[in-house]
């Protein structure tokens, strides 16, 4: 299991989480930070320094937030995959 950053980070920009994580597997977007989950080692040193909670254990994502484990699935496409993902859920959220 990995852990996932969910809606409250976006617009937050926090980099706490990014200077913890021992294997770099944090990135920043336009809107937010993402977790790698091909790269996450499941340490959670993240999740305490969240300033927002908005990370969360993939299984312990609330259900209605379930599609930031796509959205921070999209790393693999890159910051601009997961922009997308990011505004299609802001405009669905208006």
């Known amino acids: 299991m990995t852990y996932v950053v969910g809606p409250g980070c976006i617009g937050s920009m926090d980099r706490s989480c990014i200077e913890v994580c021992p294997v770099d597997c944090i990135y920043e977007t336009a809107h937010m930070v ?11 040193a993240c999740a305490p320094e ?6 969360f254990e993939q299984d312990g994502m609330p259900p209605e937030h379930a599609e930031f484990v796509a959205i921070n699935r999209a790393w693999g496409g890159g910051a601009a995959a997961v922009d997308a993902l990011v505004e299609q859920y802001l405009q669905a959220s208006e």
């Open 50 to 55: 969240c300033p927002v909670d908005a990370i």
């Open 34 to 44: 993402v977790i790698a989950p091909d790269e996450c080692i499941d340490c959670g």
